[in-house]
């Protein structure tokens, strides 16, 4: 079975910024995509792309639900963008998702956080960022 990615979340994970404007401006769903999920879980810093999405719309702590997310995402499990962050994304996505109010407490459909994600990925980085968010540290 092929995953087919809607344009913007293509865009999302291998274009520009500019590109993205060009497809929202022309009526591009954002809302009900994956393309923050893409962006966020990029292992090369697309920050300008994750923050365009947010305020484009997004939901910062929407979920797949479907059960082919797999061939996307390399995980059958739904997840929110800060979840996929913690996995593979960088440590400036994972903050700017915290600024935007991601919600650190949302389990994943295993039962994980993205702390726990970051943690069993060895993104240790990544957990010390998050628990700062939780004492209000950062």
Request: glycine share 8%; charged share 20%.
């Amino acid at each position: 079975m092929a995953q087919i990615f809607l344009p913007l979340e293509w865009v999302a994970y291998t274009s520009t910024e500019d590109n993205a404007r060009l497809l929202i401006k022309h009526g591009a769903m954002v809302k009900g995509t994956y393309a923050l999920h893409v962006a966020a879980g990029c292992n090369r810093s697309r920050i300008g792309m994750v923050r365009l999405l947010m305020e484009a719309g997004a939901d910062i702590n929407g979920m797949p639900d479907f059960d082919d997310i797999y061939l996307v995402y390399g995980s059958n499990y739904s997840q929110t963008a800060l979840h996929r962050a913690a996995q593979t994304g960088t440590e400036e996505v994972v903050a700017l998702l915290m600024d935007y109010g991601a919600d650190r407490t949302k389990l994943d459909a295993r039962g994980y956080t993205a702390m726990e994600i970051a943690e069993i990925h060895g993104r240790f980085e990544l957990v010390d960022l998050i628990r700062s968010y939780e004492t209000g540290a950062s």
